[in-house]
C-alpha cells in the first residue's frame, strides 16, 4: 500500500467505524432507555404499522369491555326488578287460594282483594318505574329486535361486532301478563285468579330465563374480549418492546467498537508521519 499525504485512506475508513459505532450505540441507548425496539419509523415501518394498528384494537378493546359491563348491569337492574314482580305474585297467589276457600264471607273476601289489588298497583308501577338512566326496562319500550344493542366489537358490521340484548326488556305490567280486571271477591273469581296468577308467573320466569341467557352470553363475551386484548397485547409487546438482554449485549458491544476506533484513529492520523522519514 503507497504511503500518501493528502489522503490518509485509513484514517477515512476508521473514522466511518467510528461513526457508525457511535450511531449504534445512540441507538441502543435510546431503546434501553424507551424500553422500545420501536420509537420512529425508521426503525421498523412495516413493524410500526402494525404495532399501531394493534394498539388500536388493544385500546378499543376496553371500551368494547365497559359497553358490555353497562348491558349486564342494565339486565340485572331488569332482572332484580323483576325478581320483585315474581315476589307480588306469588304473593296474590297465596291470597287467591285463601279467598278460594269456602269458609270466608263476601266481606273477608273483599278484605283480602284489597291486598291484591295493591299488589297488582305495586306491579304496575314497577312495570312502570324500572328503568336504567333514562332508559325505561320493563314498559316495552325497548322490547323489540335492534331496539337495545350492544356495541362488542371494534368494527362497523352489525353482525359481527353487537349483541341484541332487546328480547331481555319486554314489557310487564298487569295487562301485559293477563291480569288486568282480575280479583278474588269470589270463589269463582279467587279460581280464575289462581289460573292467571299460574300463567303470569310462568311468564315472569321465562322472561327472567332470557335475562339470565343473556347475562352468560355477555359473560362470555366479555371474557372473550380479555383473551383477545392479553394476546394482542403479547403481539404488540413482541413487535415494538426492547429486548433488554439483546440490547445490552448490542450496547456493550458498540461501546467496544467505539472506543477500539476513537484509538486507532489516533493511530491512522499519525501514519502520514511516516513520509518524513522518507524525505
Known sequence: MSI???????????????????????????????????????????????????????????????NAQTGLNMLQVADGDLSIIAENLQRIKDL????????????????IDQEVQLRLQEIDRIATSSS???????????????????????????????IDISDAFGKADCASLGLDGQNVTTVDDARAMIDAIDAAITG??????????????????????????????????????TDIAKESTELTKQQVLQQSSATLLQQANQTPTIALTLV
Not at 276457600?101 to 273483599?110: D, I, K, P
Request: charged residues 25%.
Open 96 to 111: 287467591a287460594v285463601q279467598s278460594a276457600n269456602g269458609v270466608y264471607a263476601t266481606s273477608e273476601r273483599e278484605s
Open 4 to 66: 500518501t499525504v493528502n489522503t490518509n485512506t485509513t484514517s477515512l475508513m476508521v473514522q466511518r467505524n467510528l461513526e457508525s459505532a457511535t450511531s449504534s450505540l445512540a441507538k441502543s441507548m435510546q431503546r434501553l432507555s424507551t424500553g422500545m425496539r420501536i420509537n420512529d419509523a425508521g426503525d421498523d415501518a412495516a413493524g410500526l404499522s402494525l404495532s399501531e394498528k394493534i394498539m388500536s384494537q388493544v385500546s378499543s378493546a376496553d371500551v368494547t369491555k365497559n
Open 204 to 241: 315472569v320466569t321465562d322472561r327472567r330465563g332470557v335475562i339470565g341467557a343473556s347475562m352468560n352470553r355477555l359473560n362470555s363475551t366479555m371474557d372473550r374480549i380479555d383473551i383477545r386484548k392479553e394476546n394482542l397485547q403479547s403481539s404488540y409487546s413482541i413487535i415494538r418492546d
Open 132 to 162: 336504567f338512566s333514562e332508559l325505561k326496562l320493563l314498559d316495552g319500550s325497548l322490547s323489540g329486535t335492534g331496539k337495545c344493542t350492544l356495541q362488542i366489537g371494534a368494527g362497523s358490521d352489525v353482525d359481527e361486532n353487537t
